[in-house]
């Protein structure tokens, strides 16, 4: 079974660019995390979208953020523009639902703000 | 206080060692408790759950203390494959649920 795929897997931007991330879960599960993982931390959750429903967004820097999870499959993680302070990991994760379910993670994208 | 507390280490140690890590949490309402695995540059890989009745999958023990508020992983017979960071996530029930993740304790396992 295909784990959760991103991409890109790196990009690198000039500050206030825009930058688009895009991530695929593992099929059938409703549950979809971005996290945001600065280098010596743990991930730290930007947005969880149960299917199509964007939930828990209270970290998500809406200045500059957006996601959106069309038909509650994929997703898209929008940063504009962007800022060096944003250089990071993001990551995709997926579980069947929240809870007590395990959450599986993509590979990430490492951005780098230049 | 931060939410979650771990030690970032790193914790050195030979091989065949046993060696333990905390995780401390604030939220006394918390219900799920994991550890992940996570490689240099890679992403965090599901370790293993944290169940109240204590949880152990080969060499790995995982262990709930809810009065005291922590988790902890046991690692037996250390290899050096078990070099990593090793990250844990609670989470609480109901309402709002933030996954929360602590930053993680370095194992570095040594011939």
């Known amino acids: 079974e295909a784990g959760v795929v991103q991409s890109p897997r790196y990009k690198i931007i000039e500050k206030k660019q825009p930058v688009a991330f895009w991530c695929n879960p593992i099929?059938?599960?409703?549950?979809l995390y971005w996290y945001r993982q600065n280098l010596g931390q743990g991930p730290e959750l930007l947005i969880r979208?149960?299917?199509?429903?964007?939930?828990?967004d209270s970290q998500l820097p809406k200045d500059r953020f957006s996601a959106e999870r069309l038909k509650g499959v994929d997703s898209t993680l929008k940063i504009q523009p962007a800022e060096l302070g944003d250089s990071a990991v993001y990551l995709c994760a997926s579980s069947l639902a929240r809870g007590t379910y395990e959450q599986y993670f993509g590979p990430g994208t490492r951005l780098t703000v230049t | 206080r931060k939410e979650v507390e771990q030690d970032p280490g790193p914790f050195n140690v030979p091989e065949g060692a046993t060696v333990a890590f905390n995780c401390t949490y604030s939220?006394?309402?918390?219900?799920?408790f994991f550890w992940y695995r996570q490689d240099c540059r890679k992403e965090p890989k599901l370790l293993m759950s944290v169940y109240s009745s204590g949880n152990e999958d080969g060499r790995f023990t995982a262990q709930l203390n809810r009065a005291s508020q922590y988790i902890s992983l046991l690692i037996r017979d250390s290899k050096l494959s078990d070099s990593a960071t090793y990250l844990c996530v609670v989470s609480p029930s109901g309402g709002s649920y933030i996954p929360t993740f602590g930053r993680g304790t370095s194992l570095i396992v040594h011939p």
């Open positions: 099929s059938g599960h409703n549950t």
């Open positions: 939220n006394s309402a918390s219900q799920s």
């Open positions: 979208y149960e299917n199509e429903e964007a939930v828990d």
